[in-house]
């Protein structure tokens, strides 16, 4: 069985070569998080409402401001889908470009 990536969870497909002792070696993140570092951010809980997922694909990574290029860790939060949407809908985060 394959390993699983370390931040999202899913079974890890890409190969990263062969160690030295001959075995297959395995990164210990997926392309997906390697490539989206923001993901790192991703809590184990809903920041707002404390729902605990069954699955992390039940939490999204919003920007606190709006500002979809402002990356920084202290702007992001972990919100579950239903709160993500609610915020964005009451803050009218679309127009915050």
């Known amino acids: 069985m394959r390993p699983l990536c370390q931040i999202c969870g899913v079974n890890l497909l890409n190969k990263t070569g062969i160690r030295k002792n001959g075995s297959q070696g395995y990164s210990r993140t997926c392309t997906s998080c390697r490539k989206k ?3 790192r951010q991703l809590k ?3 920041e ?3 729902l605990v997922p ?3 694909c039940q939490l ?3 920007h606190k401001d709006g500002n979809h290029k402002n990356n920084k860790a202290n702007n992001l939060q972990t919100l579950c889908a239903n709160c993500h949407r609610l915020k964005t ?4 985060d679309w127009l915050n470009k």
């Open 48 to 50: 707002f409402c404390g």
């Open 54 to 56: 069954v699955h992390k």
């Open 37 to 39: 570092k923001w993901r």
């Open 89 to 92: 809908h009451l803050n009218r």
């Open 44 to 46: 184990e809980k809903c």
């Open 60 to 62: 999204d990574i919003d």
